[in-house]
């Protein structure tokens, strides 16, 4: 089993920054592919970004391209995701999610609120 952690959360005006950090524990996901997802109020939760195990391969909802950059420490265990430029259309829950044997293990998210 692993469990994901997310954090870096929170209030931030249009056009500013945040780093989401997500961490795992209980077992090494250095070896598989991690998703950000995101879920606003009253839509459904949307797939953000993905990132290969190796790190060498990533890909973005047509949204967040060019503003967010997935990356990740498999030394650490955490896969990231920064975001630059944020818009009040980006205010949702991230949550982290890494598909292991055919069961998708989630985090608990943590909200991110973009507004002036």
């Known amino acids: 089993q692993v469990q994901l952690v997310e954090s870096g959360g929170g209030l931030v005006q249009p056009g500013g920054s945040l780093r989401l950090s997500c961490a795992a524990s209980?077992?090494?996901?250095?070896?598989?592919?991690v998703d950000w997802y995101r879920q606003a109020p009253g839509k459904q939760r949307e797939p953000v970004a993905v990132i290969t195990s190796g790190g060498t391969t990533t890909r973005y909802t047509d949204s967040v391209k060019g503003r967010f950059t997935i990356s990740r420490d498999n030394t650490k265990n955490t896969v990231y995701l920064q975001m630059n430029s944020l818009k009040p259309e980006d205010t949702a829950r991230y949550y982290c999610?890494?598909?292991?044997?055919?069961?998708?293990?989630w985090g608990q998210g943590t909200q991110v609120t973009v507004s002036s």
């Open positions: 209980g077992s090494s996901f250095s070896g598989y592919v």
């Open positions: 999610s890494v598909p292991i044997g055919g069961y998708r293990y």
